[in-house]
């Protein structure tokens, strides 16, 4: 009895003694090499549809900032039009020896170029590089010397790289201001008052929806009365309808002209007057053009994430197509070794 005894407290602190067995899992059932890599891939795009929806949602944030700016801004853009036309009427032929509204012999063009900071925004900065590289060409050939002015990094890296004659850049962030158009618009100023150039074209991209924008070309300087007395504006609102974006546009005419009594008596000389609305009109022109451009980049941006999201969805489909077939041949060829095995056992 004491050797039975002896034996079980052996054991048993043997026992107490010994490694823990870890606990068996079930394992994780894995296929072949391809279906593996189909898994792994599938997760992949699934993780940029993801960032490329969330890179749609901010685009679509900063669009709505950037209408709410132009709104903000269009009161003082009103009443200067409409004092300037008042003006115009009160001076009639006066107004036409304004230095800004004098037309030269062109001799020399300047071309501003907006484009945008960043890409990711679908064809937004080709088409305007394409623009301002053909109308550059175009006084080229017509024997007239041409500077160029860039806004916006990508269209300044394209033209820089080919040695065309940039004078000065300047960035252009998502949220454009007055200080940054009145920096710009000084510059042009200085040159064209100098008689450095003979004319200033803006080159920018003109909003048209959510899926379209255009690139466009017009004569800053010089101004000409007419035009800018009658110019009309166009509004564009982002709204949602039925879950999706879309644009509502609402068409402005130009504000009326001023009404000045034939008695009132200025404390300065009228064109003095017009001499300092014309450069904040010049000021507001060019902070109007980049805020449509940022508009315009914001909207290619929005659509150019929106395909990448439809794109990464349309494949995400695919490859489970994939997986779902290499997973079958997987456990089928599984099945017919256990068949084989089992007829050969009875065999």
Same mark, same amino acid.
Request: glycine share 4%; net charge neutral.
């Given at each position: ?11 048993? #602190? ?25 898994? +792994? ?26 209408? +709410? ?7 003082? /853009? ?36 907006? !484009?945008?900071?960043?890409? $990711? ?49 300047? +960035? ?6 007055? &200080?940054?158009?009145?920096?710009? !618009? +000084? /510059? ?14 803006? $080159? ?41 974006? !879309? ?34 009109? $010049? ?9 449509? #451009? ?31 077939? &290499? ?15 089992? /007829?050969?056992?009875?065999?």
């Amino acid at each position: 009895m004491k050797v039975y005894q002896a034996l079980f407290l052996l054991f048993a #602190s043997a026992s107490a003694f010994a490694p823990i067995a870890p606990v068996s899992r079930p394992a994780t059932q894995l296929f072949d090499g391809k279906a593996n890599a189909i898994r +792994d891939r599938i997760s992949t795009v699934k993780n940029t549809k993801k960032i490329t929806m969330a890179m749609k949602l901010v685009a679509a944030a900063k669009v709505r900032k950037a209408q +709410d700016a132009v709104l903000q801004t269009r009161p003082f /853009s009103e009443t200067l039009q409409s004092v300037f036309g008042g003006l115009i009427n009160r001076l009639g032929t006066e107004a036409a020896d304004l230095p800004l509204l004098q037309e030269r012999e062109v001799k020399k063009v300047t071309l501003v170029v907006i !484009s945008g900071d960043r890409g $990711l925004c679908g064809s937004y900065n080709s088409y305007m590089i394409k623009k301002a590289e053909k109308r550059y060409n175009e006084l080229i050939s017509k024997g007239i010397e041409v500077d160029m002015v860039m806004v916006g990094k990508k269209a300044n890296q394209y033209f820089e790289r080919r040695d065309f004659p940039i004078k000065e850049y300047y +960035d252009c962030g998502q949220k454009p201001s007055a &200080a940054e158009a009145t920096i710009i !618009s +000084d /510059s042009l100023l200085s040159k064209y008052l100098s008689g450095e150039t003979d004319s200033i074209e803006l $080159l920018y991209t003109r909003f048209v929806s959510l899926i379209a924008s255009t690139p466009s070309a017009r004569t800053l300087l010089p101004l000409k009365a007419t035009s800018l007395a009658n110019e009309g504006d166009e509004i564009f609102q982002l709204t949602t309808k039925a879950g999706d974006f !879309s644009v509502e546009k609402t068409e402005m005419t130009a504000s009326e002209p001023a009404e000045f009594p034939a008695d009132m008596i200025f404390e300065q000389d009228p064109v003095q007057i017009l001499n300092a609305i014309l450069p904040l009109y $010049l000021n507001g022109q060019i902070l109007r053009t980049l805020q449509e #451009s940022v508009a315009s980049e914001l909207a290619a941006r929005m659509q150019s994430m929106q395909s990448a999201s439809d794109n990464a969805g349309a494949l995400e489909s695919e490859l489970s197509m994939q997986y779902n077939r &290499a997973r079958q041949a997987a456990v089928t060829a599984e099945l017919l070794e256990i068949v084989a095995g089992a /007829s050969a056992i009875e065999g």
